[in-house]
């Protein structure tokens, strides 16, 4: 879309796409890497394990900060080295064996072509948030089913669920199926909508980033269900108790197919330790033993 002189409209349009425009000329400097075949598993790699570091980093530390504990959805779990190589060898493995012969098919039968003009702001939040209900409501359909009918579960999602403690570097613990099922989805919703280039990255990042947070472990105050109102985001909680009970909260990120189809479950308030030192219900209630000990100072 250019920019012309006329209406308000056009003039509002104009301005919008200007904001990202810096932005997506940055990017365009970079044409010839972005548009080559490895480009696509490069960026899927640097953005999921720079997703999954911080918190590989709190894990590490989690034995020596007490105060992590607050915010751990089990406290009495920390992954070992010997689980986190191996989720980290199988996404690599996966992506370089796999994924990159795909993407490379899909270079040399139709090589992308990176347009001039950023998307509009408004156009770009909304063809994201259109990709991530399309995405939720596709892996939602695909997730049950695999968790109904047996032999699709054994053979092919049962990978996923061999830790039933989530932690960050397990979220692409999956079979390959597995994998190019979530990535055939993923690029599918940005092709039906003919999404700008800038659309599709914005949604990578925002999309791998949510599935890297909802097998964290950790529920922080910023998380992103908690910045969601209404309940309409189940987030880290949620998606933690699927792992522990199988039959509920099939649904990646937000919550109305689960409540439609009654499978919806809400998830405990997290444990975490009171300023008594105790373990209570949720850190913004006072435990029972330091309740006791206000009465007793009163």
């Given at each position: 879309m250019g920019c012309y002189n006329g209406s308000e409209l056009q003039d509002l349009g104009c301005s919008s796409q200007l904001l990202l425009q810096?932005?997506?000329?940055?990017?365009?400097?970079?044409?010839?890497?972005?548009?080559?075949?490895?480009?696509?598993?490069?960026?899927?790699?640097?953005?999921?394990v720079g997703f999954?570091?911080?918190?590989?980093?709190?894990?590490?530390?989690?034995?020596?900060?007490?105060?992590?504990r607050r915010y751990k959805i089990h406290p009495d779990f920390s992954p070992s080295v010997k689980q986190l190589l191996p989720c980290l060898g199988l996404t690599l493995y996966q992506h370089l064996v796999f994924v990159f012969p795909?993407?490379?098919?899909?270079?040399?039968?139709?090589p992308a072509l990176l347009p001039q003009e950023a998307p509009e702001l408004a156009q770009l939040l909304s063809h994201v948030l259109i990709c991530?209900?399309?995405?939720?409501?596709?892996?939602?359909?695909?997730?049950?089913?695999?968790?109904?009918?047996p032999w699709l579960y054994r053979t092919f999602?049962?990978?996923?669920?061999?830790?039933?403690?989530?932690?960050?570097?397990?979220?692409?613990?999956?079979?390959?199926?597995e994998l190019l099922s979530l990535t055939f989805f993923d690029v599918l919703n940005v092709a039906v909508l003919r999404c700008h280039p800038l659309t599709i990255f914005t949604f990578h990042v925002i999309?791998?980033?949510?599935?890297?947070?909802?097998?964290?472990?950790?529920?922080?105050?910023?998380?992103?269900?908690?910045?969601?109102?209404?309940?309409?985001?189940?987030?880290?909680?949620?998606?933690d108790m699927h792992h522990s009970q199988f039959n509920?909260?099939?649904?990646?990120?937000?919550?109305?197919?689960?409540?439609?189809?009654?499978?919806?479950?809400?998830?405990?308030?997290?444990?975490?330790?009171?300023?008594?030192?105790?373990?209570c219900v949720d850190s913004?209630?006072?435990?029972?033993?330091?309740?006791?000990?206000?009465?007793k100072q009163t």
């Open positions: 810096p932005l997506w000329d940055t990017i365009r400097t970079r044409e010839a890497f972005t548009r080559s075949p490895i480009f696509p598993v490069t960026f899927s790699i640097i953005t999921y999954c570091l911080p918190f590989v980093v709190l894990d590490v530390l989690y034995p020596w900060v007490p105060i992590l795909v993407t490379l098919l899909h270079w040399v039968r139709s991530l209900l399309l995405f939720d409501t596709e892996i939602f359909a695909w997730h049950l089913l695999h968790h109904k009918v999602h049962k990978v996923h669920h061999q830790n039933s403690s989530s932690f960050a570097l397990a979220t692409q613990y999956m079979s390959f199926w999309n791998i980033w949510l599935s890297v947070e909802d097998h964290s472990g950790y529920d922080f105050p910023w998380s992103t269900h908690r910045l969601v109102p209404f309940g309409w985001y189940g987030g880290v909680a949620h998606h509920c909260n099939f649904a990646p990120y937000f919550t109305h197919w689960d409540k439609m189809l009654g499978t919806l479950r809400s998830a405990p308030l997290p444990e975490s330790l009171c300023a008594c030192g105790e373990r913004r209630e006072r435990c029972a033993v330091h309740l006791i000990q206000k009465k």
